[in-house]
Structures are given as structure tokens and as C-alpha cells.
């Protein structure tokens, strides 16, 4: 799990680095690791950003095994930070949960416009399988929207809400959370950040979503497999 106040230090970090606020990295690598620093799938993505064979450069020589043997505050800081420096200067902003996620599987399709209809990857696609627990509604491809509405699970996790509270305990001086995490700065669904607002769902997806496809931490583990990674700069 996280460890505090470290892992909020090193989200600030990452803000300032990047952009990307705690209330949008947290959902996303809680997806990822349900924040454990330790975790491996069975691709060989390690740690709390599932981090791929084919992005292992980001480690810089330590071994994978080493890694996870990290602390999450050393992961977000020596690992995730440049990744995600990486991303925002190559291919493009991350300014909400929705984003951050994709940032992680295919973070090239930030280069271009982006919305909710945006397929990420059909059936037909390598990566769909391992991804499918992402596919609401057993579609056969892949959407930004699915991405958004795995964020708005996420965000909504007793775990997620508590490290953004952590965060925010520590924040920059007058910098809140925005009162909409899924969305953002993004889809034109941005929610304030200048106050002391609270962490609500978004409106556009409320309402009784049954969870058949995979539990969460099923899901995290499939998302895992960040073709992303493999196409990104």
C-alpha cells in the first residue's frame, strides 16, 4: 500500500512534474496495483504502475525483482514521474482519471483528438484479451468511455478517497480537488479545482452498473498489459 505521507509528497511531485493531480493518478494506478508496490502479472509488469518488459528503460538498470521491493513513494517518484513526464511532453496532456488511464495502455492516442467514443482496441487487437475485463458490456473493442467508467468505479474505492484526502492534507498552499476526477479538464466535463470541493461521480455515467465482467482487482491485473508502453516514445 501507499506509504504516507511519502506517496502524497511524491504525488505532488508528479503534479508538478506533469500536471496530473493526485485526484487522477490514484484512480488509475489503483486499477493498476490496488497500490501495491510489490505486484508482478503474468507479463512481467511490475510494481505500482504495472510497469512493462518493453518499458523497463524507466528502471534504469534495477532489476525488475528489486523494484518491488520498493516503497510506492520510490516507485511515484524515481519510476512514474519520468514515465508520465515522458508522456505529457510526447504525446500529450493527461487532465483527468480518464486520461491518466489511458496514458497507461496506449498513451500515443493522446497525440490526437480524444473522446469518449475513441476505440482503443477491438478483438482483432493483441492486446484486447488480456484488456477485455475493461470491455463494459462485452462490446468487442475497447472505449475511452470504458476507460471513464472503470475510472468512476476506481474513484469511488474507499482506498482511492483515502489517498486523496492524504493528498490534499499535504497539498501546494490553495490547491484543492476537483469536484470531478473521471473527467477532469477533459471531455468538456471539467469540475472546479480551486477550493476545498468534494470527490463526486459524473453525472453521465451514475446510475446501477452491475460489476459482471471482473472484480476490480481482476480488472487492474488485465489492464496490466500496457500495449501502451510498447508504442510509446
Known amino acids: 500500500m501507499l506509504d504516507q505521507p511519502a506517496s502524497s509528497n511524491a504525488a505532488w511531485a508528479i503534479y508538478a512534474a506533469t500536471g496530473v493531480r493526485p485526484e487522477w493518478l490514484w484512480p488509475s494506478l489503483w486499477l493498476e496495483s490496488n497500490f501495491s508496490p510489490s505486484i508482478e502479472n503474468a507479463y512481467g509488469c511490475v510494481g505500482i504502475n504495472q510497469l512493462c518488459p518493453v518499458a523497463y528503460r524507466y528502471l534504469q538498470g534495477v532489476d525488475p525483482s528489486v523494484y518491488r521491493t520498493w516503497l ?72 475511452v468511455g470504458d476507460l471513464a467508467l472503470s475510472m468512476q468505479m476506481t474513484a469511488q474505492n474507499p482506498n482511492v478517497q483515502a489517498a486523496i484526502a492524504a493528498a490534499y492534507a499535504v497539498a501546494p498552499p490553495g490547491v484543492g480537488p476537483q469536484t470531478d476526477p473521471v473527467y477532469g479538464n477533459d471531455f468538456g466535463h471539467g469540475g472546479g479545482g480551486g477550493g476545498a470541493g468534494g470527490i463526486v461521480s459524473s453525472p453521465s455515467l451514475a446510475g446501477p452498473i452491475a460489476l459482471v465482467l471482473l472484480g476490480l482487482a481482476a480488472i487492474g491485473a488485465l489492464a496490466a498489459y500496457d500495449e501502451g508502453l510498447i508504442f510509446s516514445s
Open 72 to 143: 510506492a513513494s520510490q516507485q511515484l517518484q524515481h519510476v512514474v514521474l519520468p514515465y508520465l513526464r515522458d508522456v505529457v511532453t510526447n504525446e500529450g496532456p493527461v487532465r483527468s482519471a480518464t486520461k491518466m488511464q489511458l496514458a497507461q495502455l496506449s498513451p500515443a492516442l493522446l497525440r490526437g483528438p480524444v473522446t469518449l467514443d475513441t476505440v482503443i482496441w477491438t478483438s482483432h487487437n493483441g492486446a484486447y484479451g488480456p484488456n477485455s475485463g475493461l470491455d463494459h458490456g462485452h462490446k468487442g473493442y475497447i472505449t
